[in-house]
């Protein structure tokens, strides 16, 4: 260590030549910026909405900070294998350095071969100083990239805990916030009795969403505006990446012709479009469902949620919260093991569009990567 330290002090500080932290840097940004956002919230004419932006941004910002954690690992990994594999060399530079360092200077004049000796030999040390020099600095900035690594992720630890607490009070905000609502046009009212009939001579979801209409007494038409030209552009109403898609099988060989998107525990659940709330509660082994109806004919299911939000007969305005994922949010998954960030993905929502009576692919109405 003492022979890294002094290497270490050789040159002038240089920039890091990769900076991995700067990801979890940023991220820490964000999370202190959705903090400001939650004071604001309290007081925001649209509590609901000014909430559910802040939940977001919470999400988004714990997400970042994991992965630029674990990007953080990966490059300290990274560095610390490529020193181990120079320590021969590192040693080697450090006497070459050491030596040249404690020559002094009158000493030079008493060179075997004389002054031309001398000479040649000082040309010769002038010409090699410069690539020594470098390796020194490209040395140092690994050195420093390193340390300032291992730093950040013993911090992020505060910041995490801090960012988990956050998000949790704003969930807290925003459920009520959601229960003390009452500017929310209602398009009907629910019949409980016949929902419970339905429901108990339901056997798939296609026959309970063909009986909806069944359900409600005094329905008004819907008044939302048509969205057959966003089609392809909606976007998914949770933060995740697709799991399986339409037709896929899953584990148990079961097919549906819906599409499965994994999600970070109690992850926020929001409409993608203005729409009425035709039903929310449990229904045959889909856990929790949210069905939403944006326009006549078409009905967005969204099953495995963990809470539901709103009243049936409600209409909801664009970004509205409808529910949230189950699970727990961790801490310590930022393992650089975890490939692509998607272990801490442990909560999946099932989502199915259906025209008529007839389910069509989600892909088709939702804008994703579809490369």
């Known amino acids: 260590m003492k022979r890294l330290a002094l290497i270490f002090c050789l040159c002038a500080t240089p920039l890091f030549a990769q900076d991995g932290g700067a990801g979890a840097r940023a991220a820490a940004d964000a999370l202190d910026a959705a903090s400001i956002g939650l004071d604001q919230a309290e007081s925001a004419r649209d509590r609901v909405k000014a909430l559910t932006e802040t939940v977001r941004a919470y999400e988004d910002g714990l997400a970042a900070m994991r992965e630029g954690l674990r990007a953080a690992a990966i490059r300290e990994t990274e560095l610390s294998l490529k020193l181990e594999s120079q320590e021969a060399e590192i040693q080697q530079l450090l006497g070459v350095l050491t030596a040249m360092g404690g020559v002094a200077e009158p000493k030079t004049l008493l060179h075997p071969q004389g002054p031309l000796g001398m000479a040649r030999s000082g040309m010769l040390v002038a010409s ?103 089609m392809g552009l909606l976007q998914l109403p949770v933060r995740g990446v697709i799991l399986r898609q339409a037709g896929e099988s899953d584990a148990a060989g079961v097919t549906r012709p819906g599409i499965v998107v994994a999600t970070q525990p109690q992850a926020l659940v929001t409409t993608p479009v203005a729409a009425t709330i035709r039903y929310n509660g449990p229904l045959l082994d889909y856990g929790l469902v949210t069905i939403l109806e944006p326009q006549a004919d078409l009905l967005l299911v969204l099953a495995g949620l963990d809470a539901v939000y709103g009243e049936i007969g409600q209409v909801l305005p664009e970004g509205s919260p409808v529910g949230t994922m189950g699970g727990t949010m961790q801490m310590n998954n930022s393992s650089p093991s975890s490939e692509g960030g998607g272990a801490e993905r442990s909560e999946t929502l099932y989502i199915e569009v259906r025209e008529g009576d007839a389910p069509v692919d989600p892909l088709l109405w939702f804008a994703t990567d579809k490369g």
Do not use: C, H, M, Y
Request: avoid cysteine.
């Open 128 to 230: 090699v100083t410069p690539g020594l020099a470098q390796q020194a600095s490209e040395l140092r900035a690994d050195l420093e990239e390193v340390s300032a690594l291992r730093e950040l992720q013993q911090n992020a630890a505060q910041t995490l805990e801090k960012g988990l607490g956050g998000v949790q009070d704003a969930r807290t905000a925003l459920s009520k916030a959601i229960a003390d609502r009452t500017d929310l046009p209602r398009r009907f009212t629910e019949d409980p009795i016949k929902t419970a009939i339905l429901i108990s001579a339901t056997e798939t979801l296609q026959g309970f969403a063909s009986g909806l209409t069944q359900i409600s007494e005094d329905d008004a038409p819907i008044t939302t505006t048509r969205i057959d030209d966003r």
